[in-house]
């Protein structure tokens, strides 16, 4: 070992000891006679000190040690004259005797501290450098903590971690496989998992009756800032359960988790909110209730006074943006302007100040008296200075729009604190949704949930209603995890993927392992999955996913700092039995 | 939930009370009027007594259940008459006043029973059935457990576990990588990962100082029975440690998987032997040393007697068959069979019986008086009763015969018994090892292996005797983790890369972004990795893996059991870019 010590340890208890430490030069302060050096390691900082007049020779070479030298100190640990209160090593320093250079440093292309000056770009292309701040550091152990914690609650819950395969099989259902060609199987191809779904369903099958996994999967889709191509997934299924089961168990594993890793007590059960209230209420099946601002429907009272906008909208929406009557018109138009964006694409933004006289002004006072008007305020609960934000048109759109200003609002009200944690459960998600594009049903989850039994008679006449026992997680309007109760029945499975649109014989040579399965004796069953990487990252406050990832790709897939992917060379395509076209 | 208790929880202390279970039927005996059915879960099995004298539409439906079908029960805990001691839960019964099927099932294809009366590839197929059977539960249970307590262990040493990404660069060194194409970036490719040696070298670097991680790796190499396309690796790393260091924490992992997983207490140090011992020793570098029978050098003594295959041999090796004098010409020659098929490559075997009267009998006899025979039996320290079995030729290939032979006899003498466990670790490997086919030296570890200081002299002149500071640990003849400490220094790496075949070029492609970290700081370094699926199962004393992974492939590479690797259709091909050729 290349110390006695670790740079995080040394106490006034050690005072007189004589130690080893090794690490990396921090920051280097030559005060004339006196060297201080800062040295570093994953567990802290020690100081270290070479005076000139005890050890000219010592204190020449500490001089000369650059930022991100790699160091071996021996020396004696003595009380500071001038303590550091703002570290736990601070009452210490080390009068070094021996000092060994285990390997030098060229400067670093951007420094090495909490707030460093280097651009994105520059830190992804030397990720092991950025890897070194303690702010990136203490990501990835906060995640560690996180998998840790989740496999010991797990583990208690009788929860057994198995293995499933990650070459497996091409489908061409949901997002696109990454597929990998077969040296052995010329022209065959394994694809890599989008998740172990049908796996862990065959281990209910199995009877293993409680599964977990904390497992990468893989989605060739085009990237955002929140999504990777690679991804990990914290992947359970439980065995003779209903819903209010998996709903009990989860919840006590991200209660668990939020008191071990982030000392935050959840004394209450997280809220509970159908997929219909959730859309109607904040439009949009993951909403953020740190904060109310709930949508009012102002159709019935706002409709036929002459405003044709609202008269031809299909839905009026409307959200009360507390003490805010003071925007100014400059306010209110920038807000427009945002709305107006292609991102959102909303066609335009009303606005009703509640003065504090209690009168009203309003974007569209032409058409709606002082008494129309205090309906609309009376419905959306509005006081005194409040601000009442309107936008109307298709239903759909309005309630995406809405959301949008919603969660903009509350951000510039401050109402969305990053370390006040609102978990929520949305339930009852539609079994399907219709894909303009391909004009049929998608499974909305996948096509392994379990419609409600209370709604398959709608089954053929209405599938877009029927609802599935399919349920999600959101914690601060992210969506934090879902899953749902699975098909145990082939009959009906069967059924499911011709609703999918699937021919039997896509079906069968997609699926028929399950559906056989199914044959043999598959309890009832059902789980769910947390995105790690999302609870990782909504669990400190953050919302930036690639933070919490030790090395993530950009916005095209690339790992720009070992520059993959790369060409092949010709020889192993052709081994692969592959040409490019 | 669709039970109050599992199958494997009720006691004599629960009679009376009315209790759900839920599972599969195992058993059905319809014995008159009182039929019995062993209900199964993965805790265990529950007896269900149905009186047809009580309630005879009950016991009729009860008749009716086919093995394999899901029921849920309700009933009232009854101690059994005639007890089962057998098993937890023999001393009671449930008397069932309600039945519920939940899912009848076909007659299985092969029986769930202990030992089943399905062939390898029928249980393949249905592997979901096959992992019903208790014994097959078990082993996945059992590496649940190593798993787990792997990662108590580790970070109670504050290793910290960190994802590194599957989908990375490819490079020809080494085994050949499976590629996955990208669609965002056509024409070229992703690999997935052989290990995570570059990426935990980069963290080290980075100052993470212990990381660990249980993750899948991949080599698309021909399959033997103990290897697969995908198998999970225990990998770690540590910074600023020395061998010893290394060797210490891991001794100490995997005496803690022991103790806790199988109950076996190590109360020594594990023994140590260099590779060039256990060569000359056991022709091996991973011995089994449950048992003796180490080689014995015969050249000095053998040699120069005109018996023409010795006198033009470079080696003349020698084991001492204990007792096995009383050996039949026919064994002799079924053994002698046994060791010239193509799979060992023999030339032949020649013997010497040391009877029980003190002569000696011998194949070359009339080449060896007595008293030069007494000095081969002197050498092998044999007594009366032995056999001497000798081989000799070229000393590698014999080295690789006798070691089989020493294995082969140690089975036939029943000194390797698998609830022993004998741990030995492997030091000082070669750094590189010649190539024929390419005719260049390989790395025996891989690159990045540090060689031995005091060898460096030897680096121009004489590269196939430098030593590495490498270390293997091997149970019972297994080898089951590796590692080395690695080079840490820009220029050493280069100059490594260059005795390994590759251009300047060549290695700043593909290691460049290694090479550059090591300029930036890069601490002493080393680690290792284990592989969990041999781990697993030679901890529980099994020499078959497979048994240890939920969905194995078989020797193609396939998974049966839902039919991949498969085609890819047209679409899929032409947007990932690539045409079969």
């Known amino acids: 070992m290349y110390r006695s010590h670790t740079c995080g340890e040394l ?6 000891s004589t130690v080893t430490l090794a690490g990396w030069v921090q920051r280097s302060r030559d005060l004339g006679g006196m060297t201080f050096i800062d040295l570093r390691d994953r567990y802290g900082i020690t100081q270290l000190a070479f005076n000139a007049e005890d050890d000219a020779e010592m204190a020449d070479k500490a001089t000369k040690l650059g930022r991100e030298f790699v160091v071996q100190v021996t020396g004696k640990v003595v009380e500071r004259s001038s303590k550091n209160k703002n570290i736990p090593t601070g009452e210490i320093e080390i009068i070094v005797t021996a000092l060994d250079i285990l390997n030098a440093a060229k400067t670093p292309p951007f420094t090495i501290e909490d707030n460093t000056d280097g651009g994105e770009e520059l830190r992804a292309q030397y990720r092991y450098l950025d890897l070194r701040r303690n702010p990136v ?10 998998a840790l914690e989740t496999r010991k609650y797990l583990d208690s819950q009788d929860f057994i971690d198995i293995e499933t395969p990650y070459l497996i099989k091409s489908t061409p259902e949901g997002a696109r496989d990454f597929v990998v060609p077969s040296r052995m199987n010329e022209g065959q191809f394994y694809a890599l998992p989008q998740s172990p779904q049908t796996f862990k369903q065959l281990l209910m099958v199995s009877g293993f009756d409680r599964y977990y996994q904390i497992v990468k999967c893989f989605r060739d889709e085009a990237l955002r800032a929140d999504r990777q191509p690679e991804f990990t997934q914290i992947d359970c299924e439980m065995a003779f359960v209903e819903q209010e089961d998996i709903l009990q168990t989860f919840e006590g594993m991200v209660k668990h988790l939020f008191k071990t890793v982030r000392n935050v007590e959840f004394s209450y059960e997280f809220p509970r909110m159908t997929y219909a209230e959730a859309m109607e209420k904040y439009g949009s099946d993951k909403p953020d209730i740190r904060f109310g601002m709930e949508f009012v429907d102002l159709s019935s009272i706002a409709k036929g006074h002459g405003f044709a906008i609202f008269d031809e909208a299909e839905a009026i929406l409307a959200i009360n943006a507390e003490q805010c009557a003071v925007y100014t018109r400059k306010q209110l138009d920038t807000l427009t302007d945002w709305l107006k964006r292609p991102q959102i694409g909303a066609k335009g933004l009303i606005y009703l100040r509640v003065n504090e006289d209690g009168t009203y002004k309003s974007s569209v006072d032409k058409f709606y008296s002082e008494t129309e008007l205090k309906k609309w305020a009376d419905a959306a609960n509005a006081k005194p200075g409040d601000l009442i934000l309107v936008m109307s048109g298709d239903l759909e759109k309005t309630r995406k729009q809405m959301n949008e200003l919603r969660l903009h609002m509350g951000n510039e009200l401050g109402l969305r604190n990053p370390n006040q944690f609102a978990p929520l459960w949305v339930l009852d998600f ?6 303009e594009e391909s004009g049929r049903y998608h499974a909305m989850h996948h096509p392994f949930t379990s419609p409600k039994p209370e709604d398959m008679h709608l089954i053929e006449t209405e599938p877009g209603k029927v609802r599935a026992n399919a349920y999600d997680l959101a914690i601060n309007g992210v969506e934090i995890g879902g899953g749902s109760i699975r098909i145990h029945d082939r ?7 011709d609703l999918l649109g699937f021919t039997k014989e896509e079906a069968l040579a997609q699926f028929g392992f399950l559906m056989n399965a199914f044959e043999y004796g598959a309890p009832p069953h059902g789980g769910l999955a947390f995105g790690l990487d999302r609870l990782v990252a909504t669990m400190n406050g953050s919302d930036t996913i690639r933070d919490y990832i030790a090395f993530p790709k950009n916005n095209s897939g690339r790992d720009v700092m070992i520059d993959a992917p790369a060409p092949l060379d010709d020889a192993q395509l052709k081994e692969l039995g592959i040409k490019l076209s």
């Open 137 to 146: 550091q203490e990501k990835l152990k906060f995640r560690n903590r996180v």
């Open 11 to 16: 106490r006034l208890s050690d005072i007189n």
């Open 430 to 435: 539609p079994l399907l949704e219709w894909d």
């Open 491 to 497: 009959d009906l499975q069967s059924r499911m993927f």
